[in-house]
């Protein structure tokens, strides 16, 4: 289960890539960039959509995400919904456990 990103902005500081497909050197005009909730030192980390996580001087936030409490929000949103998630696999979980031993 992944947690849940949206997208708030997008980059063009990128290096190169392997395309999937082809195998050949690729290089992005842009590539959109998600805010993910953290649980580490920081609320929220900027990640691309493979995951690896990149520098906010690097990008260009959309305007309703320009303020630390709009992310901070986006984030808590996030994680509250992937925990909500989490909660339901593990009763569900539960059930059929309880089903199968009786």
Excluded: C
């Amino acid at each position: 289960m992944k947690d849940e990103s949206i997208q708030v902005s997008w980059t063009t500081n990128l290096l190169p890539k392997v395309s999937p497909n082809t195998g050949a050197i690729v290089v992005q005009a842009f590539e959109p960039v998600y805010l993910k909730p953290e649980m580490g030192n920081s609320l929220w980390k900027f990640a691309t959509a493979d995951g690896q996580t990149i520098a906010e001087s690097t990008i260009h936030l959309m305007t309703k995400y320009t303020s630390r409490e709009a992310k901070l929000q986006l984030a808590k949103k996030s994680f509250v919904t992937y925990l909500t998630r989490l909660l339901d696999i593990q009763t569900s979980a539960e059930d059929l456990m309880h089903k199968i031993a009786s």
